[in-house]
């Protein structure tokens, strides 16, 4: 059965960083698709011109039935929200409604849609602080922000929503626990570009260019090898490729909803990024320490047996210098684009 002439597939937040990735790695694997995208926060130029892009909410069920209509969409890719966990201390009620309530909106117009196949932007910020590493999907969730216990909500909704289907009228869905996310397009077609972005190879990155006077290392004193913590860093095109094999899982399986870890199953310190952004940029980045941030584990690690297992899916990017080596094309490319 060829699932992608049979289902075309809508990107919400496919102007954004890694829902533009996940725009390329359908398109790439013959997939149709469409891409609803407020751009508050994504670009337009990430979207390639030959994907149809609606500017606009996901909560607004009007548009979201013509998009439906228009392309026989037959499964979602829901990208779109907040993601600062520091703004979502300060803004709760913002991130509740973004995030849980026009998700909750989006879910239902899918099942009002007879869509039957739902792909979430989960994030490991459900797991809070685990007791043990590497965390696997079987560990408590206990989130400590509003960004995680938005996340949760919705895997929540997601998960009653495929108990309560029908044997006739099927609805499954993946929800994708994201680790650290990093990197570009290997083509440097797209890659993080929002302006302030708190993400340490981001970041990084931009210190080594001559964009920020350095980087902050939050915390020297953690229980880890060198004294800071330990993140695992996923490429952002693995990520995209795993969508894409959750995707076809999800078809294949159609009584079958799938909760993933996103990660490698290996962590590198702050200290041993910045010393591979030195490496691979030619320079040496200003460091300077301040203290650890509230709610900051030592380590997060991710088991990610079960997504390989499940899928069968090889990582092509699982190095750390090549990881910045295309977030430094990126960030090459980027000022091109706005000069």
């Known amino acids: 059965m060829n699932t992608k002439r049979q289902v075309s597939v809508l990107v919400t937040g496919g102007a954004g960083y890694i829902g533009s990735h996940a725009v390329l790695a359908l398109k790439d694997s013959g997939w149709d698709v469409a891409v609803i995208d407020d751009l508050s926060t994504g670009f337009r130029f990430a979207v ?4 149809p892009l609606y500017e606009g909410d996901v909560a607004d069920t009007q548009l979201l039935a013509r998009i439906f209509s228009e392309h026989a969409i037959g499964a ?6 907040s993601i600062i966990v520091p703004e979502s201390v300060a803004k709760p009620l913002d991130y509740y409604h973004n995030n849980t309530a ?26 809070g602080v685990p ?6 999907e079987d560990a408590p969730q206990r989130p400590i922000n509003p960004y995680g216990w938005s ?17 006739d009228d099927d609805f499954n869905y993946g929800a994708l626990r994201y680790f650290n996310v990093t990197g570009a397009d290997p083509q440097a077609r797209t890659g993080q570009s929002t302006d302030g972005a708190t ?19 939050y915390g020297s004193d953690f229980d880890t090898a060198d004294g800071t913590g330990v993140r695992d860093y996923i490429h952002v095109s ?10 076809e899982a999800l078809i294949a399986q159609p009584d079958r909803s799938l ?37 900051d584990p030592a380590a997060l690690v991710a088991d990610a047996t079960r997504i390989r297992e499940t899928l069968g899916w090889t990582p092509r990017h699982d190095n750390l210098d090549t990881i910045v080596a295309h977030a430094l094309a990126w960030e090459r490319k980027l000022a091109e684009l706005r000069s």
């Open 48 to 51: 390639p011109e030959d994907v």
């Open 76 to 81: 979602i890719m829901h990208f779109a929200g």
């Open 102 to 127: 026009k998700s909750r909106t989006l879910i239902e117009a899918a099942r009002r849609a007879s869509i039957r196949h739902f792909l979430f932007s989960s994030t490991a910020a459900t797991y």
């Open 131 to 136: 007791e043990t590493q590497p965390v696997g």
């Open 151 to 167: 996340k949760l909500m919705t895997e929540q909704m997601l998960a009653d929503t495929a108990a309560a289907a029908g044997a």
């Open 199 to 217: 993400h340490l190879i981001k970041v990084a990155v931009e210190a080594a260019l001559g964009r920020r006077e350095g980087v902050a290392i």
């Open 238 to 247: 693995d990520l995209a490729d795993a969508h894409v094999r959750t995707l």
């Open 259 to 295: 909760t993933l870890n996103c990660g490698y199953g290996r962590g590198f310190s702050v200290r041993e990024v910045l010393d591979a952004v030195d490496r691979v940029a030619g320079t040496r980045i200003a460091r300077r320490e301040e203290g650890r941030r509230a709610g």
